[in-house]
């Protein structure tokens, strides 16, 4: 049973540009979370999502940052514009009902 | 509002000795889980041990053990005869569970353990 796999996991781009990170939840699991590191710091709640719907964004920049999660295929995270700013580790989970979160390794973005 | 914080940025330790790593959380729920997980050099989050509130002992997982004092709102995380593979990054994690069906992990700054040889 495969973990959760998130690619790319070394994105580089420049300042204006788009930022696409994908993550395809562990086999069976119907909910998927984003989360973002910065630099010495914890993981920060971006979004929580299911199948076709956004549960809870309540953690996402009002501009430029969305999510989606489609009935099929991984969820994707997507950064426009991207700022020097949103370099940072951005990392995908997924659960059962309320189990468990298995994360993935990360993505790693860095905006020059 | 939750938050989680760990006091102490970085700790090391002894080979084969024991640290104990502490949090300390802020909630007004009376029901609620907590979490350690490691974050090796590779990045990826692994969990190490979760604490059920409503369960008053504490949680153990072969060389990893808590101290959960509810009333104090104190998750420590002990670590014993300490190995090499264990230096990496703890965090401490609180779960909050919405009205509206969300669920969210809350962590805190994070210590970075080093393993001497």
């Known amino acids: 049973n495969a973990g959760v796999m998130q690619n790319p996991r070394h994105l580089v781009r420049r300042r204006g540009q788009e930022a696409r990170l994908r993550c395809s939840p562990m086999k069976g699991h119907s909910h998927v979370y984003w989360y973002r590191q910065l630099p010495e710091e914890g993981l920060k709640f971006m979004v929580y999502?299911?199948?076709?719907?956004?549960?809870?964004e309540s953690g996402m920049p009002k501009e430029r940052f969305s999510a989606e999660f489609p009935k099929e295929g991984p969820s994707i995270l997507r950064i426009q514009q991207v700022v020097r700013g949103d370099s940072a580790a951005y990392f995908c989970?997924?659960?059962?009902?309320?189990?468990?979160?298995?994360f993935g390794e990360g993505s790693r973005l860095t905006v020059l | 509002a939750q938050t989680v914080t760990q006091s102490q940025p970085e700790m090391s330790v002894q080979e084969a000795e024991t640290v104990t790593l502490s949090c300390t959380y802020d909630t007004s729920e009376s029901d609620y889980y907590l979490f350690w997980y490691k974050q090796p050099p590779s990045r990826q989050m692994i969990l190490v041990i979760r604490q059920e509130a409503y369960k008053q002992q504490n949680a153990t997982e072969n060389r990893f053990s808590v101290n959960f004092q509810k009333a104090a709102k104190s998750f420590s995380l002990k670590i014993s005869d300490s190995q090499l593979g264990d230096a990496a990054m703890y965090f401490c994690?609180?779960?909050?569970?919405?009205?509206?069906?969300?669920?969210?992990?809350?962590f805190g700054k994070g210590t970075k353990l080093t393993v001497n040889p």
């Open positions: 989970a997924s659960s059962e009902y309320t189990g468990e979160l298995f």
């Open positions: 994690a609180y779960r909050i569970l919405t009205q509206g069906g969300s669920e969210k992990l809350v």
């Open positions: 999502l299911q199948k076709e719907n956004i549960i809870d």
